[in-house]
C-alpha cells in the first residue's frame, strides 16, 4: 500500500493529468520551447546549449535593454534604494525613482500625469477595473492584447461589446445599440501585437467625441517605435494631448525592455487610480531599479531621436529583404513583421528550425492567434546591422520553403 496521504494521491492525478495535456501538446506539435538565455537582450543572444544566435523576436526594438546607460542607471538606483519596494506604495511609500519617472513620462506622452504598475497587464486591468461600475459599457477591437480581454472580464461592466478589428463602422453600430449607459469606454490597442498593424485612431477619437466616450489607447508595441519621436501612435495621428484619449503602455519593451507598465492621462485619472486600483492598494510598486533604468531609456531617446528613424529604415529593409527572398509579410508601419503560415504545427517547426540554423524568431499559433493563421512574428531593432537582417530574412525564406507548406498559407508569393 502506498503511504502518500489522501492529500498527495489528488496531487498526483493532478500532476498526471497536466502531464497527459503537456503530451498531446507534444505529438500535436504545439508545445512551445523556451530556450534559456546566457546574456543580455540584444540582436545576437546567447543561448544555452547552442552559444551566439541572431535574435529577431525581442521587444527591445530600440536596443536601449543592454544599453550602458540604461543598465548603470539601473545600478545606480539598486544602490540607493535596495531590491525593491517591500510593500505596497500606500502601505509603505513611493520612492523618488517612481515620481521621477512618471513625471517624465507624463512629459513624453502629453499628459498631466503617468502612474506605473508592475506591468501593463496590471495597468490594463487596474484601469479598466477602476473605470467600470455598474452603468458603464466598454467597446473593445477584436484583436485586443489579452490583457484588455481579461481585464474587462475582471472588470464585469454593465455592458460590453467587441467589434471588429480596426472596423470604426462596426463599432459605431456598436455604440448606436447598446443600451443607456453613464459612462462608455472605447479600447484599442495602437499597434497590434499579432498584426502589427495600427488602430484607425482618427475614426476611433472622433467617434468617442460623438459618443461622449473616453478613448483608451494601449500603445505597448508603439511607444519608442511609431511616430516621429517615438510617442506612439498618437503621435503618428496628431492626437498627443487630448483629454478624452487614456494612454496605457508598457516599459518592457522599447523603453529599456525591464518591466513595468504605465497609464497616463488626467491628473485626477491618475491620482484615482492610485487611491484605489487593486494593483495599487494590494501589490508591490515598481521596484525602483527598474523605474530608474526605464527613466533613462526614456533620456536616452530624449537624446537620440534619431534612434526612432533609424528603426524605420532598418524595418522597412527587413520587409524588402523578406519580400526578395520569396516571402509576403503582413503590411504595416509598426517593428512587427508577421508572416502568416497557417497551422500552428508549421509556426512551431519554422522557428525550431531558424533555431538550428542560429535564427530566433518565434513562431505563434492557436490560442495566441485564431486557428489557420499561426504566424512567424519578426520584430525588428534598431540594433540590428544590415548584415544580420538580410541573413535572418533569407534563413526565414529557406526554413519556409524546406517546410513545403502550401506557399499561399506560408505567406510565400505565387
Ligand atoms: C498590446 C500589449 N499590451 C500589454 C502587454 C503586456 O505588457 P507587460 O509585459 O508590460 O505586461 C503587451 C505585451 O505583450 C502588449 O503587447
Not at 513595468?260 to 488626467?266: L, N, P, R
Not at 487593486?278 to 527598474?290: A, D, E, H, I, M
Not at 520587409?319 to 508577421?338: D, F, M
Request: with cysteine; glycine share 10%; aromatic share 4%.
Amino acid at each position: 500500500m502506498s503511504g502518500a496521504s489522501p492529500t498527495q494521491r489528488a496531487g498526483a492525478g493532478l500532476e498526471s493529468e497536466l502531464r497527459a495535456e503537456l503530451e498531446a501538446m507534444g505529438e500535436a506539435g504545439t508545445l512551445k520551447s523556451m530556450p534559456v538565455l546566457t546574456s543580455p537582450q540584444g540582436p545576437a543572444v546567447e543561448v544555452e546549449g547552442r552559444g551566439p544566435v541572431l535574435c529577431l523576436c525581442s521587444n527591445d526594438y530600440l536596443g536601449l535593454a543592454a544599453d550602458p546607460a540604461v543598465v548603470r542607471a539601473g545600478l545606480r538606483a539598486l544602490v540607493a534604494y535596495g531590491a525593491g519596494t517591500a510593500s505596497v506604495r500606500f502601505i509603505c511609500g513611493k520612492f523618488k525613482p517612481h515620481v521621477e519617472l512618471e513625471r517624465d513620462l507624463a512629459t513624453f506622452c502629453e499628459t498631466e500625469a503617468a502612474l506605473t504598475y508592475v506591468s501593463c497587464w496590471n495597468a490594463n486591468a487596474a484601469l479598466l477595473d477602476a473605470l467600470c461600475d455598474e452603468r458603464t459599457g466598454v467597446f473593445s477591437d477584436r484583436l485586443n492584447h489579452a490583457s484588455i480581454i481579461d481585464g474587462m472580464r475582471l472588470a464585469r461592466p454593465a455592458h460590453k461589446a467587441v467589434y471588429e478589428h480596426a472596423d470604426p463602422e462596426d463599432l459605431r453600430r456598436r455604440l448606436a445599440e447598446a443600451p443607456a449607459l453613464g459612462r462608455r469606454l472605447i479600447v484599442t490597442d495602437g499597434v497590434f501585437s499579432m498584426e502589427g498593424d495600427l488602430a484607425p485612431l482618427p475614426e476611433l477619437a472622433e467617434i468617442a467625441a460623438e459618443h461622449d466616450a473616453t478613448l483608451i489607447v494601449d500603445d505597448s508595441h508603439g511607444i519608442g517605435v511609431v511616430g516621429e519621436t517615438g510617442r506612439g501612435a498618437l503621435e503618428r495621428f496628431g492626437l498627443l494631448g487630448r483629454e478624452d484619449v487614456i494612454l496605457t503602455g508598457t516599459l518592457g519593451k522599447a523603453l529599456g525592455g525591464a518591466a513595468g507598465g504605465f497609464v497616463a492621462g488626467g491628473a485626477a485619472l491618475c491620482a484615482v487610480l492610485e487611491q484605489r486600483s487593486r494593483p495599487q492598494l494590494f501589490s508591490n510598486g515598481l521596484p525602483p531599479t527598474v523605474a530608474a533604468s526605464s527613466r533613462q531609456a526614456l533620456a536616452v531617446l530624449r537624446e537620440r531621436p534619431g534612434l526612432v528613424a533609424e528603426l524605420r529604415a532598418k524595418t522597412a529593409l527587413m520587409r524588402a529583404e523578406l519580400s526578395t527572398a520569396g516571402l509576403a509579410p503582413l503590411e504595416g508601419e509598426s517593428a512587427i513583421v508577421p508572416i502568416i503560415v497557417g497551422e500552428t504545427r508549421a509556426a512551431i517547426e519554422i522557428s525550431r528550425r531558424l533555431l538550428d540554423r542560429g535564427v530566433y524568431v518565434t513562431g505563434f499559433g492557436y490560442p495566441v492567434v485564431p486557428e489557420g493563421t499561426a504566424r512567424v512574428r519578426v520584430q525588428v531593432s534598431a540594433a540590428l546591422s544590415e548584415e544580420q537582417i538580410a541573413d535572418g530574412a533569407r534563413a526565414i525564406a529557406a526554413a519556409a520553403t524546406e517546410l513545403a507548406v502550401a506557399p499561399a498559407r506560408a505567406g510565400l508569393r505565387r
